[in-house]
């Protein structure tokens, strides 16, 4: 297992274009007025390129040679050039609500020595991302991070007063948005619980369904609609490579394929199968699609599947953090402890600030190397400050959407999915005046906060397995004496639940470490059936 330590001189992300000054010359002539500037080279083809070839407007144009598309056309010989005034401005339009996560200008020798990038979602209401009065020219990689659909550049001081302004490639990068769906997610759920079998939902491209690590085979899917979506209908259409076949059309929530919780027996037939998903505005599929379809290949296996090595990193504070009195571990290394013992591997990676949100954290600077793509992850699991979720959602959300969710795409391997762990509720409630008050904010905006995010995710139930318990335990048994902090019997309860949801596999049958054997069955038993197993 390895805690952090990036090298702090390293790139914090690969940036898009190649150094383009291959011979950029600049040369003022008095008599005439007028300058050369060589071209650069060809532009590369960029990971993480949002706005190329999207719909562009600008102030002004030089003539008809210098349009506003050649800013976004993913050739750094072609430029756009403003009139020759004082200020002016650039907008692309990306087509859809886009995490971002930089900004990047190749600029002619007319570059521009004060200029800010601004954001909107709606093309009307703009917020400032980014801000100079120094401006290099050459070429610039600006940290520029949110949301927006509109992203524009306004130009206000000129390096050569006697032109405009001109920029050979304006890149933002980002997540490129999601198609619009009105179907969120695919779950493969435990008809004996009614649970989704976690570590294994949602489905995605890859997933593998091993019947012999499930301590229950009957089984169903159940798809979930997208925040805020309506659908008539949805029709199922599942197909095995076999030839065997399933369909359905479910009219009312909730969405199963053979009906709600009742078992489908393909899910246990060994094959490799294709499942699609389709939202209809009216009954029997009727009225039109609504949205794109969700397409999912996945396969079952009556057979023993060899279980791959997992690299897993984890982002929190002192709640996965604490170590055990026992043993010295912290949650992630006892689930490295367990799996060890049960002959899996798991590469671990920590970046773990104790008493600090995840904002906090990121802005330390260790996130951003863990997330730079250097390494890719299977899991990457989310521990936020213990209340802020609950008291504070849209800081929460802030941070998962504007900061966390942009890298995603380049940190995780494909399949790979984000844990959102949550966290359990303090003894001290404030400022809710229950427990139960305090339970059902952390429920519902923990949900909300997996439902907004469009990369694969699911939330880990720690705070459901701690209730569970302290129904009939009380506080004590779980939390210290500081109220906050887990015990070591706490400790052993979250890597169990998160260990099932790494290797999709029951925790029941676990080394039981340095707890005694009834406690620790008691605890993998509470974890195996909020996970699903």
Not at 404 to 427: E, I, M, Q, S, T
Request: charged share 15%; glycine share 8%; hydrophobic share 40%.
């Amino acid at each position: 297992m390895a805690h952090f330590r990036p090298d702090r001189t390293a790139p914090d992300r690969p940036r898009s274009f190649p150094a383009r000054a291959t011979a950029l010359l600049v040369t003022l002539l008095a008599l005439l007025g007028t300058y050369l500037a060589a071209t650069p080279a060809p532009a590369q083809a960029a990971d993480g390129v949002v706005s190329q070839n999207k719909p562009v407007t600008v102030s002004s144009t030089e003539s008809s040679a210098f349009p506003a598309s050649a800013a976004v056309d993913g050739n750094s010989g072609t430029r756009w050039s403003s009139a020759f005034t004082a200020t002016a401005w650039l907008q692309v339009d990306l087509g859809a609500t886009t995490a971002l996560d930089g900004v990047d200008i190749s600029w002619e020798s007319a570059y521009a020595k004060a200029f800010s990038i601004r954001l909107s979602t709606d093309g009307t209401t703009f917020t400032t991302a980014y801000t100079t009065t120094t401006g290099t020219g050459g070429q610039q990689n600006l940290p520029v991070s949110g949301s927006a659909r509109y992203v524009r550049i306004d130009l206000a001081q000129r390096a050569l007063p006697a032109y405009g302004y001109s920029v050979w490639e304006f890149q933002v990068l980002g997540v490129p948005a999601a198609p619009d769906r009105t179907i969120a997610a695919v779950s493969l759920v435990n008809d004996a619980s009614g649970k989704p079998v976690l570590g294994l939902s949602p489905l995605v491209d890859g997933s593998v369904v091993d019947l012999t690590r499930l301590s229950n085979t009957r089984l169903s899917i159940q798809a979930t609609l997208a925040q805020g979506a309506t659908a008539g209908s949805v029709v199922f259409q599942l197909t095995g490579a076999k030839g065997t076949s399933a369909s359905r059309t479910e009219n009312t929530a909730p969405y199963f394929l053979c009906n709600d919780y009742v078992d489908c027996p393909l899910l246990a037939t060994p094959d490799t199968y294709t499942l699609t998903v389709q939202a209809y505005a009216g009954a029997d599929a009727s009225g039109g699609t609504r949205g794109a379809p969700l397409t999912v290949h996945f396969s079952v296996s009556a057979t023993a599947v060899a279980p791959k090595p997992l690299d897993v990193l984890y982002i929190g504070n002192s709640l996965i953090g604490t170590a055990t009195s026992a043993s010295g571990e912290d949650t992630p290394a006892l689930v490295q402890h367990l799996a060890t013992a049960a002959g899996r591997t798991v590469r671990t990676t920590e970046v773990i600030h104790f008493g600090n949100t995840l904002q906090q954290t990121y802005d330390a600077g260790e996130v951003t190397a863990a997330l730079s793509g250097a390494t890719t992850y299977d899991y990457i699991v989310l521990q936020e400050y213990s209340t802020l979720v609950a008291t504070n959602p849209a800081a929460a959300t802030s941070a998962l959407m504007n900061t966390y969710a942009p890298a995603f795409a380049r940190a995780l391997k494909p399949g790979g999915k984000v844990v959102l762990f949550k966290d359990w509720a303090l003894v001290d409630p404030s400022p809710f005046p229950t427990r139960a008050a305090d339970v059902a904010a952390i429920d519902t905006n923990y949900a909300a906060l997996s439902g907004g995010l469009p990369t694969a995710n699911l939330v880990a139930p720690v705070s459901d397995t701690f209730e569970t318990l302290i129904a009939s335990k009380g506080t004590s048994y779980l939390i210290v004496s500081d109220g906050k902090h887990p015990d070591d019997t706490a400790i052993y309860l979250d890597a169990a639940t998160l260990y099932g949801i790494l290797f999709h596999e029951s925790p029941r049958t676990l080394a039981d470490l340095y707890l005694p054997a009834a406690t620790a069955a008691s605890m993998r038993d509470v974890a195996a059936t909020a996970i699903g197993y």
